[in-house]
Every structure is written in C-alpha cells, then in structure tokens.
C-alpha cells in the first residue's frame, strides 16, 4: 500500500502555514507530488524517496513558546527500522536512571501535579508548551543519568518497562522525559500516561489489587529530538497529571520496584549517510485574504494559587477579525481548570465558547458553555447552547450527563 511519513516540528496548523514553530515547508507541492503519482498516474518520484521523513530537533532550552526548531531532516526506508535495539536504561534504587541498585521508592504527587505541562494540543500560541519542568519534577519520582558522554538522538516511542504496586484500587502512572541541562534546567521531550486499571487492556480494565505487584508497560509519545554532550536525561515519574488527566477518586502512593525490574528504552538512531532528502522547502499557497485584528489574545495562560485551590486559566482562541469587504469574525471563551489541594474530587473544568459572525448587517452568535465535575462514582457534565441572528434567540438547549466513572 503506497505510504509515507512526514513528520516536523509543527503546532497543530497545516505545515505551510505552521510558524510556531517552523520551519514550514512546502506541503501542498508535496500533496500534489503524492496525488501525481498514485492518482493521475504520473511519475513524480515519490517512489524513491524514503518511506518516512522526520525533523529532528537540536537541544533547546525550556519555553512556553518556540518561533522555530532548528534541526535536519533524517529519513529510514523501512519503519519501525530493522535491527535497531534500543538503550535499555534501569530505575536505579538510589535515583539513578542506568543503574541496577534495587530499592522500593514510593510517589504520592499532588492532585495539581501536571499544571506546567504545557497545553496538550498547541496550536503555535504564546503560552502552548511546557516551561521549566523543575517544579513538577518536585512533586514526582525522578530517576537522573550521569551527563552524557556524547551527542544522543532519539527517534521513535520511548517505553518504560516498570515493575509496580499500588495502596489503592484505581491509579494512574503519569512519566516525562527531560533532558537537564548544566545549569539545572529542564525540558520536557516527551510524556506518556496510563490508567493502570487499563494495564492488560483497554476493552476489559480490572482494579488493581492494593499491595500486589505488576509489570506495566507505557509507551510514550514519539519524538525525533537530539540531546547534548553534558546534559542528562531524567525520567519523572507521578500519581497523576491535571489536567491532562482527570485525577483518581482517591490519592495514591505508588511503590516502584527499581533496579533490573524498571527499565527505560530509548529508540537511540545514528546518523545515517542516507540522510539528507528534505521535503519542499518554500511554502506555496493562496494569498491570504486582507484582513486585521482588533483583538488577538489567543495562547494566554495563567496559574494561580488561591489559598488551597490551583486554577488554571487557558484560551486557546480569543480574537476580532476583520476581513477586507465587511466580515468579521469575533471569538472568544476561556478554559478554566481548578483542583484544591489534597482532594482529588474537587476536580472540575469550565468552558465557555461565544463565536459571532457578521457582515453588511447580517449576524449570526452562538454561545457555549460547559462544566465537568465528579464524584467517586460518577461524572457530572452540564452544556448550555444559545443561538443567536441579530440579537434574537433562535435556538436554547440544555444538556445533563452523569456517567460512572468504570474505572477511571
């Protein structure tokens, strides 16, 4: 079956659109290379190029924003790669990531743990990615490498083997991988996170049995990133991550069992002589249409500390648009998220969406709003839809849910 990988850097925007971060690249030339060839029947030389191509990124510093991600363009002709092992690296007893000292260390992070992890799907705004990691590798487990004696490149899905018990029935394991760089700072690479209830499948979750032990595998998210000479890796290790996850009903400590038994795997890639293709370089598309904003505070985010209570607010889009010949586009709304210390079910999450229409007298608004809360038993959501042409209402619904919780 004709397929083919291309993998960048980009937020969730198209990859000739895509400037935070860049670089873009020409993919609609790519799409019409891809349709010559497989739908008009016209040779275009796709056929020798390599099944996948992805950028790998050059260390950088931790930031809540990146205009661009320098790096190069690497390529495998087969995927996953044949005969490539990964770089086994051990939970060690003493803190150590690559070490075989045995230990029972335990993790009972804070129900806000996982506020700094940056926004789960950027869309290229100021605030989308995660900052300094230090503060939530305060609240986790962490398991550190000596500095590196040479230049690394990953490229794949780490996984993390781990051996672990639970004090109660229902869990959830959160792990990011940093990389640390000599003045302390650290960087998030990549996360994965698993509801161990779900840890033999995902159709038939089972409760775990508090103080019995399991090997678990996680998969995290792939990434192509290189790490320096001198910095280390760190594996981070929490009881949760909010709000990226909806916590667990009750608080939990976790036992990890260190040594042989907890290993990392790291997809490590040399670079190869076959590196060097590189999709279209010069982004080609449609002018855009002449417009300007009157208001444009899309990516803002806040946290704060409001006595026992941490709220976060996020809007992923808030903005006026004025188009050249009379429309305008007017949309705004907040997602709000607020966990009060020590207690998982104070959980709850609020979102409000007012989007207005307009041109040479025409208007059309709706509005939106929905909350989600929970119990130990279930679910409680609630959305309220208005619409709205000029200023009068033509549609009002209400809805409720309550969903048990299953497991989660």
């Known amino acids: 079956m004709p397929r083919r990988g291309l993998i960048g850097p980009w937020s969730h925007a198209y990859p000739h659109e895509a400037v935070a971060p860049g670089p873009a690249i020409g993919f ?18 796709v056929q020798d190029e390599p099944l996948l191509l992805a950028w790998m990124q050059e260390p950088a510093p931790p930031a809540t924003f990146y205009p661009e ?15 490539r092992e990964a770089w086994s690296l051990a939970l060690g007893g003493e803190g150590v990531l690559g070490s075989n000292a045995p230990g029972r260390p335990t993790v009972c992070s804070p129900v806000h743990a996982g506020m700094e992890g940056g926004f789960w799907c950027p869309f290229g705004n100021n605030g989308d990615w995660a900052p300094d990691q230090r503060g939530e590798e305060a609240m986790s487990l962490c398991f550190t490498t000596a500095p590196l004696k040479r230049r690394l490149e990953l490229l794949g899905r780490p996984r993390l083997r781990v051996r672990v018990e639970s004090d109660r029935p229902l869990a959830q394991l959160a792990v990011r991988l940093n990389a640390v760089s000599q003045d302390g700072s650290s960087a998030l ?6 509801n161990l ?25 792939s990434l192509g990133q290189a790490v320096a000479a001198g910095q280390r890796l760190r ?46 370089r010069h982004p080609e598309s ?14 803002q985010r806040a946290v704060e500390h409001l006595g026992a209570m941490r709220r976060l607010t996020h809007i992923p889009h808030d903005f006026d648009l004025q ?16 966990i009060t210390d020590g207690d998982p079910l104070s959980a709850s999450i609020e979102s409000a969406r007012q989007v207005r229409i307009s041109r040479n007298g ?23 839809l208005v619409a709205r042409t000029a200023g009068e209402t033509v549609c009002s619904r209400t809805w409720q849910f309550r969903i048990p919780r299953d497991l989660v």
């Not at 050249?324 to 907040?334: K, L, N, V």
Request: net charge negative.
């Open 286 to 299: 449609a002018p855009e249409l002449t417009h300007t904003h009157a208001r444009s505070r899309s990516g």
């Open 197 to 221: 209830a779900h840890r033999a499948s995902h159709e038939q979750p089972e409760p775990l049995k508090p103080g019995g032990v399991y090997d678990v595998t996680i998969e995290l998210q």
């Open 323 to 338: 188009v050249e010949g009379g429309a305008r586009i007017d949309w705004s709304g907040p997602d709000v998220y607020t």
């Open 69 to 83: 991600r320098p790096g190069r363009w690497v390529s495998e002709s087969l995927w996953p790669p044949p005969h």
């Open 235 to 280: 594996l981070a290790i929490a009881t949760g991550s909010w709000p990226w996850l909806w916590p667990s009903p009750e608080r939990v400590t976790l036992t990890i069992h260190s040594g042989p038994a907890s290993v990392l795997e790291l997809p490590v890639r040399d670079p190869s002589a076959a590196d060097g293709h590189t999709p279209a």
């Open 362 to 384: 025409w208007e059309a608004e709706v509005l939106v709003s929905s909350s989600m809360r929970s119990d130990a038993e279930a679910f409680e959501i609630g959305t309220r």
């Open 189 to 194: 690479l990549t996360t994965g996170m698993l």
């Open 28 to 45: 609609l030339q790519e799409c019409l290379r891809w349709w010559d060839e497989w739908l008009r029947g016209q040779p275009a030389g």
